[in-house]
């Protein structure tokens, strides 16, 4: 069974950084795109980056130039290293990825920007 273990979240002042990492186990045989989503209280989810298996990526408008998501394949590993922290990325942050064609989620991490 395939799992998707997210880390790394936690309270950072405003300007601050953190790195989400997110993990992936079980019987893997192929890892296509990895995705990093965001929901905060109220809003809809809100698509944050993506990154290929060719390592291309995608970043939302509201993260640019600020968030760098990236990945290691020996590892099954993606993660979201987010820089110049702003109040408004507060949100619990999920992985989702196409693992051997199929879709899955992580349980998700809190990351709070506040004074």
């Known amino acids: 069974q395939v799992q998707l273990v997210e880390s790394g979240g936690g309270l950072v002042q405003p300007g601050g950084s953190l790195r989400l990492s997110c993990a992936a186990s079980g019987t893997i045989f192929r890892i296509n795109a990895m995705y990093w989503y965001r929901q905060a209280p109220g809003k809809q989810r809100e698509l944050v980056a993506h990154i290929t298996s060719d390592g291309s990526t995608n970043y939302a408008n509201s993260v640019k130039g600020r968030f760098t998501i990236a990945r290691d394949n020996t590892k099954n590993t993606v993660y979201l290293q987010m820089n110049s922290l702003k109040p408004e990325d507060t949100a619990v942050y999920h992985c989702?990825?196409?693992?051997?064609?199929?879709?899955?989620w992580g349980q998700g991490t809190q990351v709070t920007v506040s004074t």
């Open positions: 989702n990825a196409d693992i051997n064609a199929r879709d899955y």
